[in-house]
């Protein structure tokens, strides 16, 4: 009696075996599909390259060699109890590229749907038997979640083979907990953290960084309330301990010590007196100072009074009045004068004085390019306000120059060529022009 239910390989699926094998590619087995077959059972066919009527196409849920027979695959899918409503007659398996590499019928089965009163989850399953199954690729999607009881099963086991050698290895080693520190001298890795102690605790307790940092930061607060040994600036009513009025060294001297010092002087005899001998000596012994320093005093210009001794004077005249030197009169301009080049010019703004800067130069595309860049002659001490370009080239139809990235010692420049259509377009040779820029 022939066989009423087989599967064979299209001959879509024989040449990329073929193919496979010759090339050392293997082929990739990715999905299932089943069909009703028009209502009919269908007879497989070589020629075929897609299910008579196909109703269902998805990922394989599971593609192995079969433990029993080593050229045997075996390709399985599962169809959950949501889906159905129709026969199933065909099956077909496919490839990663959607062809259609083997097909083969199957006994009717009638796959029924949830929303029909009766459902349940079946699996198709198709073996594939070929010469060498190195040729295939035996991988299936990891995302599909649909899954035989018995791979769960499998599974299931495997993991509980698993977990039971971890927990007789783990109860038979003497230090199961390697990643954890003993309590006995511990040498701790990594980041280890530990609660901040409260400010002035003063016990054997771990001291987190932030109380190290704290304790740091109130011993920085009260050393700068503290003067230095060396050269103190000392503020408010500083004290000293009094010395004695015989004492003649760095100690320092309080204002008792010296107003005792200055009435031991007044109440002694006058050959105490030399230092005073020696200032009066100092100023010439004028037996008239008290006049000469009066009328020495009467040529000054009052403080609160009005300047007249400058009433109507020129420039040059208060220059002179206030004993100025030459250059004083000058303007303080300087530069250098080039073809790259500036000039400095001092103002007084308010109560503020300020250089103003030009500078003047040229800058080129370097023979093609959109973009050109220079170095000021001088750096500007403050700011770039702003600047201009020169006369353009307009023998060739011309092209534009603006700034791009300017800063306080140079910029560069975008060239843009205006000669042709579409405009504007990147210049493709050399293009110079001078710019002038101003700041302060």
């Known amino acids: 009696m022939s066989a009423k239910f087989y599967t064979l390989l299209t001959d879509i699926g ?28 269908p007879t497989p066919s070589a020629q075929q ?22 050229s045997q695959i075996i390709a399985e899918q599962v169809i959950p109890e949501t889906e159905g409503g129709w026969w199933i007659r065909e099956v077909g398996l496919f490839d990663d590229a959607g062809a259609l590499i083997a097909v083969g019928n199957c006994p009717e089965s009638y796959k029924p749907q949830l929303a029909e009163g009766s459902g349940r989850t079946q699996t198709v399953r198709m073996v594939l038997i070929t010469s060498s199954t190195d040729n295939i690729t035996l991988k299936i999607d990891p995302a599909v979640v649909l899954a035989t009881r018995k791979y769960v099963d ?14 007789a290895k783990h109860i038979a080693a003497a230090d199961p907990h390697t990643q954890y520190a003993p309590k006995e001298s511990p040498t701790l890795t990594g980041t280890p953290k530990a609660p901040t102690a409260p400010a002035g605790t003063n016990t054997t307790q771990i001291a987190s960084t932030a109380f190290v940092q704290a304790v740091v930061t109130a011993l920085n607060n ?12 000392l503020t408010g009513t500083p004290t000293a301990p009094t010395a ?3 004492v003649n060294n760095t100690q320092i001297a309080t204002t008792a010590f010296v107003k005792s010092a200055i009435a031991a002087l007044v109440a002694s005899s006058p050959a105490a007196l030399d230092t005073l001998n020696e ?4 100023l010439g012994n004028d037996p008239n100072f008290a006049t000469t320093m009066t009328n020495a005093l009467a040529g000054k210009q009052p403080l609160d009074s009005t300047l007249t001794a400058l009433s109507g004077k020129t420039a040059s005249d208060i220059l002179a009045y206030l004993g100025m030197s030459d250059a004083s009169k000058r303007n303080g301009i300087t530069g250098a004068l080039s073809g790259s080049g500036y000039i400095k010019i001092p103002v007084l703004i308010g109560s503020v004085e300020r250089v103003f800067i030009i500078q003047w130069g040229t800058v080129s595309n370097g023979g093609s390019g959109i973009s050109g860049s220079t170095t000021f002659p001088v750096v500007f001490p ?5 600047g201009s370009f020169g006369p353009l080239d307009t023998e060739n139809g011309g092209f534009s ?6 800063t306080n010692s140079g910029f560069t420049a975008v060239f843009r060529d205006v000669s042709n259509s579409p405009y504007p377009h990147v210049p493709n040779r050399l293009q110079t022009t001078v710019y002038l820029v101003y700041g302060y």
């Open 14 to 41: 024989a040449a990329k075996l073929a193919s496979a094998a010759a090339l050392g590619v293997p082929l990739k087995i990715t999905q299932m599909a089943v069909g009703d077959g028009g209502g009919v059972l």
């Open 49 to 70: 390259t897609a299910l008579v009527a196909e109703k269902r196409r998805a990922s394989l849920n599971m593609l192995y060699i079969d433990p029993q027979n080593s």
């Open 154 to 167: 499998d599974k299931v086991l495997e993991l509980k083979v698993y977990v039971d050698d971890l927990m």
């Open 222 to 233: 009260a050393l700068a309330l503290k003067a230095p040994l060396a050269s103190p600036a």
């Open 244 to 246: 004695a009025q015989t």
């Open 279 to 282: 200032l009066a000596a100092a």
């Open 382 to 386: 403050s700011a770039c306000l702003g």
């Open 401 to 406: 120059v603006s700034f791009n990235q300017r």
